[in-house]
């Protein structure tokens, strides 16, 4: 029996001695096995991560801010309007014998343009001219005789009156003949004449009316918010839709009145000389009432919204930055940027969607 037991623990100590050294050559093993599964998954790692990369590039527009010169327009409507737009009206009534000029005519100042009837003042002149003829003849008698000392002072006095009162009552009646001349008071083409001959004319009527194309501006009124900062001399930019045409020049005319229905005032901007232009055209007035020679501008489309205010993609190192910012005037789909930009910062302008801070972008 003791035999036995010493064999078997012989036996037993053999078996655990060889079971022993079999789990130090697994350990063994083992960490062979981890050095070559770690260096495959570095490898495949650094493959896997190359490749992330590459597919998350964003590829975007980016723009070096520079200071350059930002202008906000005030847009109004307006129309082309000739500066001599004349109404012409008679200035006495009566019956229409003649009609010197027609519609497209060309007229200079002062030339008659239709005349009204004016027979019965010429037939009283005739007879004051007869009076006067014998009034001047009695004056000269008396005044001879007065001067060599004959006849009385009345006399001569009476005389004196009667010539100088026909003189006065003829000359009023040429005045009178002369509003039955119905003259053109400005240089122009007549757009308009309503008068025929047998018509009737009076005072007031508006018959007669002659434009001076060569003279032109544009017209349009604007709100009184913006009264103080709308100001003769200030650049605009007259836009005229139908022709197509843009006209760069300056205000010439602000009214200081506020209009009490409209609550408007009156702008006024000289046009040159163009046979394009005709008045009641329609025209857009851009006017500058804000300017600024060293501004940050940016696209207004690359600025995003968060409810913490507004914010822009920059480009730095290659990669997408987020940076708050404070925008000022909006004006021509670009924004003036008061805080959070500075000289020569690349900022993203177009591939923003999905955009992450932190992600690789390249410029397109």
């Known amino acids: 029996m003791k035999n036995l037991l010493l064999i078997a623990a012989a036996v037993f100590l053999a078996a655990c001695s060889g079971k022993s050294t079999d789990k130090k050559t697994e350990l063994e093993e083992l960490k062979k096995q981890r050095v070559e599964i770690n260096s495959k998954i570095a490898a495949l790692e650094a493959e ?24 906000n327009y005030l847009e109004v409507q307006g129309k082309i309007d000739a500066e001599d737009n004349v109404q012409v009206n008679p200035q006495a009534q009566g019956v229409v014998t003649a009609v010197f000029a027609s519609v497209g005519q060309n007229v200079g100042r002062g030339q008659v343009l239709a005349q009204i009837d004016d027979s019965v003042l010429k037939q009283n002149i005739s007879e004051l001219q007869t009076q006067l003829e014998l009034a001047t003849t ?32 003829i000359a009023t009646l040429r005045s009178q003949i002369a509003m039955y001349k119905i003259k053109a008071p400005i ?19 508006s018959s007669i009316r002659i434009i001076n194309a060569s003279k032109l501006k544009a017209k349009a009124l604007v709100a009184e918010s913006y009264a103080g900062r709308v100001n003769q001399g200030d650049k605009v930019q007259v836009i005229l839709p139908d022709l197509p045409d843009t006209i760069t020049t300056t205000i010439s005319f602000v009214s200081k009145t506020i209009d009490p229905v409209s609550r408007s005032f009156n702008v006024e901007i000289k046009l040159p000389s163009s046979n394009k232009y ?51 005037k909006v004006s021509d789909g670009k924004a003036e940027i008061l805080s959070g930009l500075k000289t020569g910062d690349k900022v993203i302008i177009a591939g923003t969607d999905g955009l992450s801070e932190g992600d690789i972008v390249k410029a397109n």
Not at 49 to 69: L, M, R, W
Not at 187 to 205: F, N
Not at 300 to 310: F, L, P, R, S, Y
Request: net charge positive; glycine share 6%; hydrophobic share 35%.
């Open 187 to 205: 240089s122009g083409t007549v757009d308009a004449m309503d008068l025929k001959v047998g018509s009737i004319a009076s005072p007031g009527m």
């Open 138 to 169: 009695l004056y000269q008698r008396q005044k001879n005789l007065w001067d060599q000392k004959i006849g009385t002072e009345v006399q001569f006095l009476n005389a004196k009156t009667q010539k100088e009162a026909a003189e006065r009552r």
């Open 278 to 328: 005709r008045p009641n055209m329609l025209s857009i007035l851009k006017i500058i009432d804000y300017k600024n020679d060293k501004a940050l501008v940016v696209p207004v489309n690359a600025i995003q919204k968060a409810e913490n205010g507004d914010y822009l993609f920059i480009s730095e190192s290659g990669k997408a930055k987020r940076v708050n910012i404070q925008t000022g």
């Open 48 to 71: 896997v991560g190359t490749a992330k990369t590459a597919e998350d590039i964003k590829s975007v527009n980016i723009v070096e801010i520079q200071e350059s010169t930002f202008s």
